[in-house]
């Protein structure tokens, strides 16, 4: 059981209270007109899918009901950080938790 830090509400709260959305970070294209049909499923279809540190997307559907970033390790299931949408990770790979 996970315990997740909800940056909206300040408090730690069980797995149970959230769902997971995805992976964090996705920035829509400015002009999906432009893309190739390649391209477009790329972003719509395609995810990384790291062993290690992930940024993803959380929603506190029993609480608040925000949504906010989780930089978590794939590999021990360690929550490095929470952080709003919109803000950047302080930890953005491996080489930062040195
Ligand atoms: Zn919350």
């Known amino acids: ?38 391209e ?10 790291p062993k290690g540190i992930h940024h993803e997307l959380w929603y506190h559907t ?8 989780v930089t978590r390790d794939t590999v021990t299931y360690k929550i490095h950080e929470s952080y709003k949408i919109g803000e950047q990770p302080a930890v953005k790979s491996e080489d930062d938790l040195a």
């Open 62 to 69: 029993t609480g608040c009901r925000q949504f906010f970033n």
């Open 40 to 49: 477009w499923g790329s972003y719509l279809f395609f995810r990384k899918n």
């Open 1 to 38: 059981m996970l315990h997740i830090f909800c940056p909206h509400c300040q408090e730690y709260r069980e797995e149970d209270e959230f769902h997971y959305r995805g992976q964090a970070h996705i920035v829509r294209p400015k002009d999906p007109e432009a893309l190739t049909d390649e």
